[in-house]
């Protein structure tokens, strides 16, 4: 077998391309992100049959929607993990019985959006909380939203199959009481069980179209770990809409790394990355 073939990837090709991917995802690909884009998008044009760059954004302009989120699906960094920056998770279980309290006495129940879930591994970290917080008062519903831009992920996400050596959970008890196990050709694997599978509405949403399928009034939002790829504008255009989408008293939850320094915006600080709407 011939191993994977180099096509030259040309600075206007990367222009035209990186252009692109800002215009329909607002993830900035700098310069120094050239190596990076051609070895993500190589094996795409050798099984589309192309032999350059150039035909590859010819098909892109021609082709439409389809071609261009499969492109997206290839830029973007996906990493995530269950229970990722924990402290998080720690303070979900605290702040729970205080929003649990105020959806009672407007008679809804609890809203949850993970709104850049990648695989799923954090809405189903959400839900864990969220499940076992209900084991202890019961009275509350809930629901979370998981999305992203990525259908790829969202399928994995959907499908809630992750390996068993990547599920390192705060609890070794929650594994049995979450997870079945797979046998024979699923060995190493394990599967969310239905009933917190059934808590998660699974839909992709880009954090910048026009209007976003979930819900407004949310009481918790993990926006977490994806501002880092967009420039200052689009993340206080999105801090704007993410404080819109919030209950008031809602909190926002964005990734260690991505303090809100330098972006105007009218949330208390109340933790380490963590904001809350004030009402
Ligand atoms: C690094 S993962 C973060 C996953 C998870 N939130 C965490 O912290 O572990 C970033 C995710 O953001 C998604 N993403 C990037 N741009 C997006 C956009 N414009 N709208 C929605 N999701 C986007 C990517 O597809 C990717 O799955």
């Not at 994977?4 to 900035?28: G, H, Q």
């Not at 649990?100 to 799923?120: D, H, I, N, P, Y």
Request: contains cysteine; aromatic residues 8%; positive net charge.
């Amino acid at each position: 077998m011939p191993g994977p073939v180099e096509i030259p990837l040309s600075p206007e090709a990367f222009d035209w391309l990186s252009e692109l991917i800002y215009r329909r995802s607002r993830i900035c690909l700098g310069e120094d992100k050239r190596v990076l884009l051609a070895s993500r998008l190589g094996q795409r044009l050798q099984s589309l049959g192309l032999a350059t760059y150039e035909d590859y954004c010819h098909l892109l302009a021609a082709a439409g929607d389809d071609e261009v989120a499969e492109l997206i699906d290839l830029v973007s960094t996906n990493h995530t993990r269950f229970f990722r920056e924990p402290v998080h998770f720690e303070l979900l279980r605290g702040i729970l019985p205080d929003l649990a309290r105020r959806a009672l006495g407007a008679g809804r129940s609890l809203s949850l959006w993970s709104a850049a879930a990648s695989s799923g591994e954090e809405a189903y970290s959400m839900a864990i909380v969220l499940a076992e917080s209900a084991a202890e008062r019961p009275a509350v519903g809930w629901t979370i939203e998981a999305s992203d831009i990525s259908r790829r992920m969202l399928d994995r996400c959907r499908m809630g199959i992750y390996e068993l050596k990547r599920l390192q959970l705060p609890d070794g008890a929650w594994r049995g009481r979450y997870f079945l196990r797979g046998f024979g050709e699923r060995e190493g694997l394990a599967r969310v069980k239905p009933a917190l599978r059934r808590r998660l509405s699974v839909r992709q949403v880009n954090l910048f179209q026009d209007r976003y399928p979930v819900p407004p009034g949310q009481d918790v939002i993990f926006c977490r770990n994806v501002m880092i790829y967009f420039d200052q504008p689009s993340r206080a255009a999105l801090l704007a809409r993410l404080t819109d989408q919030l209950a008031p008293g809602g909190y926002l939850f964005v990734g260690h790394t991505e303090s809100l320094t330098g972006i105007p915006h009218t949330l208390e600080s109340c933790g380490p990355s963590v904001y809350r709407r004030p009402g």
